[in-house]
């Protein structure tokens, strides 16, 4: 079983707060990814990383911002919050030497 | 560039029923497959998976095929449980590029009723 936690799991939250979303795997992956699922199901990749210090912004341009201090560690963070980032917030990682992505539970996010 | 083409949704079965999800996929080279799987309220399983042409993939009685010639992954599964309902993704990878992301499909929901 993949060891990867996301928190908070839900989060309701007001317009214009700073928020962040926390991810963290034991597996010492060097490799992690966030997924922006809409509520249609499609995935789409809004950030990555290659390891500690590397960050890249995916195909889906996010005002969100990421960072890589730790291995183990990425967490996501929205300055001002805002309606439109309302969705589901996915946490990957993998190994070097893999190409089997291994997912958190998510974090729900709704912005009133 | 590449991309996955899965049906859309949703499929509603019987249990018992026999179930097939259609993937087919564009890409370069010569790509990794996979068929991931998400229970509602939850993240992404890995279901099954192929690294390589006519190679199966396999797991909780769901099967796929890797055909190289007809581009596809195709999911099928003998006889569906009520249990087995949820949101199935087609992926794929890019062998050459170790470090990029998986590319997803759109989803497919399937929903089994007793």
């Known amino acids: 079983e993949a060891d990867i936690y996301q928190t908070p799991r839900y989060l309701v939250i007001g317009t214009g707060k700073k928020i962040t979303l926390e991810c963290s795997q034991t597996?010492?992956?060097?490799?992690m990814y966030w997924y922006q699922q809409d509520p249609g199901m499609e995935l789409h990749l809004i950030h990555y990383?290659?390891?500690?210090?590397?960050?890249e912004k995916g195909d889906l341009s996010s005002e969100s911002t990421v960072s890589r201090i730790r291995t183990e560690h990425f967490p996501l963070t929205l300055e001002s919050a805002r309606p439109s980032h309302t969705s589901q917030y996915l946490c990957?990682?993998?190994?070097?030497?893999?190409?089997?992505?291994?997912f958190g539970p998510g974090t729900r996010l709704t912005v009133t | 560039g590449n991309s996955v083409t899965q049906m859309e949704g949703p499929v509603t079965l019987s249990e018992e029923a026999f179930l097939t999800i259609n993937c087919t996929y564009t890409?370069?080279?010569?790509?990794?497959l996979f068929w991931y799987v998400q229970y509602p309220g939850e993240g992404l399983q890995l279901l099954l998976k192929?690294?390589?042409?006519?190679d199966k993939g396999s797991n909780k009685g769901f099967e796929a095929t890797y055909r190289k010639e007809t581009t596809s992954f195709h999911l099928e599964k003998g006889s569906v449980q009520v249990s087995d309902s949820a949101v199935y993704f087609c992926?794929?990878?890019?062998?050459?590029?170790?470090?990029?992301?998986?590319?997803f499909g759109k989803g497919t929901t399937l929903s089994v009723s007793s």
């Open positions: 990957a990682s993998k190994g070097w030497d893999s190409y089997e992505q291994y």
């Open positions: 597996m010492g992956h060097d490799k």
């Open positions: 990383s290659y390891g500690v210090n590397s960050t």
């Open positions: 890409a370069t080279g010569y790509p990794s």
């Open positions: 192929a690294t390589k042409a006519d």
């Open positions: 992926a794929l990878s890019d062998p050459s590029k170790a470090g990029t992301a998986l590319i």
